[in-house]
């Protein structure tokens, strides 16, 4: 079945401390996004990509970078974590084929003491 | 610019009640139109989507939304909730234009009580 998984499910970091968060799908999606969602804010989107070797700011890039090194995989990056960036990190995979419908990742809850 | 506000944060129904959330948008252009649930601790599903054509759409679980291009809305709806119904619902607009990104709403949370 085509999904999108996200490791890990959970993570604890330390401030300072470099965090990579892994997406991979298996919907042959062209497209891939990162996305936060905090209480009050909704999805904020903070990088997405068209395709292997691509990558592009979202709404909110500061503090993250992203890599798409293959079609199936998109990672993010935080460099030096901070404690304003715990909060719950959503892969997706985008059809834009289909008028960019995404299907979505679990979820990465990041805590960053 | 484009948006999407979801007027209510929180709805709050009993159990086999019928259902409406309320989704506006603001894009000048045609717009595609999205449905999500997001249960606790759980990824977004897609619900359903309208692209073009009836302005009423079906989706999972049998919820519909209808699309109305005079009062830039696009409800979500449901004749009769059930108690697992209860989650966090979320309105989204692509363009469809070059960024291919979407705009989402804040949510809506839906508290269906037994």
């Known amino acids: 079945e085509a999904a999108v998984t996200q490791s890990p499910r959970n993570k604890v970091a330390v401030t300072g401390g470099k965090v990579t968060l892994s997406c991979n799908q298996t919907?042959?999606?062209?497209?891939m996004y990162w996305y936060r969602q905090d209480t009050g804010h909704g999805l904020r989107l903070i990088h997405y990509s068209y395709g292997a070797g691509s990558t592009e700011k979202g709404d909110i890039p500061d503090g993250y970078k992203a890599s798409r090194p293959s079609q199936e995989n998109f990672s993010l990056i935080l460099e030096l974590a901070t404690p304003s960036q715990t909060s719950v990190y959503f892969c997706?995979?985008?059809?834009?084929?289909?008028?960019?419908?995404?299907?979505f990742g679990p979820g990465t809850r990041l805590l960053v003491l | 610019a484009q948006s999407v506000t979801q007027p209510d944060a929180r709805v709050t129904v009993s159990e086999g009640a019928s259902l409406q959330l309320r989704c506006k948008y603001s894009?000048?252009?045609?717009?595609?139109l999205f449905w999500y649930v997001q249960y606790p601790r759980q990824g977004l599903q897609l619900l359903l989507k309208?692209?073009?054509?009836d302005p009423v759409v079906q989706g999972v679980n049998s919820f519909e939304a209808e699309f109305s291009k005079s009062n830039s809305s696009f409800h979500l709806q449901k004749a009769s909730v059930h108690w697992s119904d209860s989650a966090v619902y979320f309105c989204?607009?692509?363009?469809?234009?070059?960024?291919?990104?979407?705009?989402w709403g804040l949510g809506t949370s839906l508290v269906v009580n037994p």
């Open positions: 919907n042959n999606h062209n497209n």
């Open positions: 989204a607009l692509s363009t469809a234009g070059d960024n291919s990104k979407l705009i």
């Open positions: 997706a995979s985008g059809d834009a084929a289909r008028f960019d419908t995404q299907y």
């Open positions: 894009y000048s252009a045609t717009p595609y």
């Open positions: 309208y692209y073009s054509g």
